[in-house]
């Protein structure tokens, strides 16, 4: 099955692109979340239009994102959480929380579903976590919860 992705897929590709995919994996995933259209002459059209744009962007991107990068991975955050005595938390920590400390530490507002965080996050402790900034620039942001 051949789609166009209208948002970022880890592992797939960017917004814009043309995949090539199992036909249970477009129908089943994909298409029901709007993460991809199917493909057609036209559709492929528009998606030539927003690659020619996107690569007049993209240089100033990168350049943002770098800034940004070193911004996120020089600046302390702490994700506050209930937690009992034995420092499990009640609940876990998701990567909306991760954004709004970092927001809330003074850094840029980043989008959740950027953000990655390898396992679930259940105890008080020291984390890290990957966010894509931009298809070429990746940063990891060292974050502490402390129970509240």
Same mark, same amino acid.
């Given at each position: ?9 880890? =592992? ?5 692109? &043309?995949?090539?995919? !199992? ?16 493909? +057609?002459? %036209?559709?492929? !059209? ?6 020619? %744009? ?9 350049? +943002?994102?770098?800034?940004?990068? %070193? ?5 302390? &955050? ?8 034995? =420092? ?11 954004? +709004? ?12 579903? !950027?953000?990655?965080?390898? @396992? ?13 900034? @931009?298809?070429?620039?990746?940063? +990891? &942001? ?7």
């Amino acid at each position: 099955m051949k789609l166009i992705l209208t948002q970022e897929v880890t =592992g797939l590709g960017a917004a814009g692109d &043309v995949v090539e995919v !199992k036909d249970g994996y477009g129908r089943n995933y994909l298409l029901p979340r709007a993460l991809a259209t199917p493909w +057609t002459k %036209g559709g492929q !059209k528009q998606v030539d239009a927003l690659i020619k %744009g996107r690569a007049a962007r993209a240089i100033r991107d990168l350049d +943002t994102a770098k800034d940004v990068k %070193g911004r996120l991975e020089a600046q302390p &955050v702490q994700v506050a959480a209930k937690a009992g005595a034995s =420092g499990r938390l009640f609940g876990a920590i998701s990567s909306a929380d991760i954004a +709004t400390a970092v927001k809330a530490a003074g850094g840029p507002e980043l989008d959740r579903r !950027k953000i990655e965080v390898t @396992h679930a996050i259940k105890t008080v402790g020291s984390y890290e976590a990957t966010v894509r900034l @931009h298809p070429e620039v990746a940063a +990891t &942001v060292r974050f502490e919860v402390v129970p509240a």
